[in-house]
């Protein structure tokens, strides 16, 4: 029983290493702002998990130690990233980050030159 | 439901003080006696039994884990071939949702469905403008999204 959960830490901490080494792989090769926030804010949050859910495993296998701050961690994270990523993805958005080679861009655009036009009223 | 969960605990009290036992075990039982009772009067209160939202919350939270893994396998994917042929743009998706939390949890679960990003939210609430890794293949995308992901968070509200 101990041996499996030993190969399962193993296998969830190997697994949340090669995560975050692909999201970083994933914020070098990508072309643009938005895609490499895709990388980064999806992969990074899994990898971090399943370190932080490896090592929770850890203590309490090994040494028998319920550690519940690792469990709010990840829950933590859980809940923040995707807000995180959608904030720099939108903050990048308005100030006017060109996006790579765009097929369709739809209302987006046209809501941002109603939202410029605005702006050029309000002064 | 908040009324339902309240009225259960303060059933299983009285179930304790009937008891003279004041210790966990007795906790539960008369907390399975209490939902067996909301259960039989369910038609008196004004919402469905509460039961039934649990159980819709904890299938959204399946949800959640089920996309953020299918959508790191599809980073992976596409971040490891060696080719890089994306093509990616920014669609609008209508959404029927009205209340400020569901939209929130509407854009965190698109957030994480694989190749999908949410850049804005309309003014009014109604359109999310969400980033795609592959345009292709929006309108399945939006079609998924329409059915799995509004209809388990109106499941929850309803």
């Keep these: ?123 | 439901m908040a009324f339902q969960i309240l009225l259960n605990f303060f059933l299983a009290f009285v179930w304790m003080f009937l008891k003279v036992s004041y210790d966990p075990v007795t906790f539960l039982v008369g907390y399975f006696f209490g939902l067996l009772i909301i259960f039989a009067f369910r038609r008196f209160f004004d919402s469905r039994f509460y039961l039934l939202r649990v159980v819709a919350v904890i299938n959204l939270l399946l949800i959640f884990m089920r996309e953020l893994i299918l959508s790191n396998i599809a980073i992976l994917k596409v971040i490891l071939k060696p080719k890089l042929d994306i093509r990616p743009g920014i669609f609008a998706l209508e959404t029927e949702l009205t209340e400020d939390w569901e939209i929130t949890v509407l854009s965190g679960l698109i957030t994480l469905t694989p190749g999908t990003l949410v850049i804005d939210v309309s003014d009014d609430n109604r359109i999310l403008y969400i980033h795609a890794m592959d345009i292709g293949d929006v309108d399945e995308s939006v079609s998924s999204i329409k059915n799995s992901f509004e209809k388990a968070i109106m499941e929850v509200s309803k």
């Excluded at chain 1, 296998?61 to 993805?89: D, K, Q, Y």
Aim: proline share 3%; charged share 15%.
């Design chain 1, 1 to 123: 029983m101990i041996e499996i959960i030993r190969i399962i830490i193993i296998v969830l901490i190997l697994i949340g290493a090669f995560l975050s080494l692909v999201a970083a792989f994933g914020v070098i090769r990508l072309p643009d702002v938005y895609t490499r926030n895709h990388a980064a804010s999806k992969a990074a949050t899994l990898g971090v998990m399943s370190v932080l859910l490896g090592t929770f495993l850890y203590f309490y296998a090994e040494e028998g130690h319920f550690n519940s701050r690792l469990i709010l961690g990840i829950i933590f994270i859980f809940m923040t990233s995707p807000v995180a990523g959608h904030l720099i993805s939108r903050a990048a958005y308005n100030a006017g980050v060109p996006l790579a080679d765009v097929s369709v861009q739809d209302d987006l655009k046209t809501k941002k030159g109603s939202q410029v036009s605005v702006n050029q009223e309000k002064p």
